[in-house]
T-cell receptor, first 108, second 116 residues
Framework: GQQVMQIPQYQHVQEGEDFTTYCNSSTTLSNIQWYKQRPGGHPVFLIQLVKSGEVKKQKRLTFQFGEAKKNSSLHITATQTTDVGTYFCAGRGQNFVFGPGTRLSVLP | DAGVIQSPRHEVTEMGQEVTLRCKPISGHNSLFWYRQTMMRGLELLIYFNNNVPIDDSGMPEDRFSAKMPNASFSTLKIQPSEPRDSAVYFC??????????????FGDGTRLSIL
């Protein structure tokens, strides 16, 4: 069945450093969504990517969808303590599957 | 605007008891999703409804789990009988449109379920 993996599982950064999480699907995706979940909170939708090679930016966050539509990345420039949380990708292929998430810690 | 509303926020009960989780989706959203989140298995889609009709329940773990959506503004997830391994956070989410993953999903605050 369809599988979605994310690396790394955990990332600890110093405030101001950059951060990247990578998402890989076992199958070609129609689209991919990214969510952020703060500790103790619920997932919150960030963005959806649909087109091959698509790049979207939200302030310090840059999202990219791979050319083959099987992978994606989220890059945060100059992390802040408010960026702490777990970042999930969710891919729509045969099914809609969430990745395991990357937990980001930002040290002040 | 009111978001997705789930109740109860916390539930602690003994194994063997029936557990009912409730969800009110965002008005105007016609897709509703139930998820389970655990450290070991992450965020799993259990079932989703479109226009109150169950579309895909392949994620429902066992016959002990059942879900209903009697109308557009209410859904329940029931576990009977409950077991300790059912302990998890259960999220309800809703979205516009049809299918899972076509539109942004809006999650409720979740129900933290502990089965002793």
């Amino acid at each position: 069945g369809q599988q979605v993996m994310q690396i790394p599982q955990y990332q600890h950064v110093q405030e101001g450093e950059d951060f990247t999480t990578y998402c890989n699907s076992s199958t070609t995706l129609s689209n991919i969504q990214w969510y952020k979940q703060r500790p103790g909170g619920h997932p919150v939708f960030l963005i959806q990517l649909v087109k091959s090679g698509e790049v979207k930016k939200q302030k310090r966050l840059t999202f990219q969808f791979g050319e083959a539509k099987k992978n994606s990345s989220l890059h945060i420039t100059a992390t802040q303590t408010t960026d702490v949380g777990t970042y999930f990708c969710a891919g729509r292929g045969q099914n809609f599957v969430f990745g395991p998430g990357t937990r980001l810690s930002v040290l002040p | 605007d009111a978001g997705v509303i789930q109740s109860p926020r916390h539930e602690v009960t003994e194994m063997g008891q029936e557990v009912t989780l409730r969800c009110k989706p965002i008005s105007g959203h016609n897709s509703l999703f139930w998820y389970r989140q655990t450290m070991m298995r992450g965020l799993e889609l259990l079932i989703y409804f479109n226009n109150n009709v169950p579309i895909d329940d392949s994620g429902m773990p066992e016959d002990r789990f059942s879900a209903k959506m009697p109308n557009a503004s209410f859904s329940t997830l029931k576990i009977q009988p409950s077991e300790p391994r059912d302990s998890a956070v259960y999220f309800c989410a809703s979205s516009r449109g049809q299918g899972a993953g076509n539109q942004p999903q809006h999650f409720g605050d979740g129900t933290r379920l502990s089965i002793l």
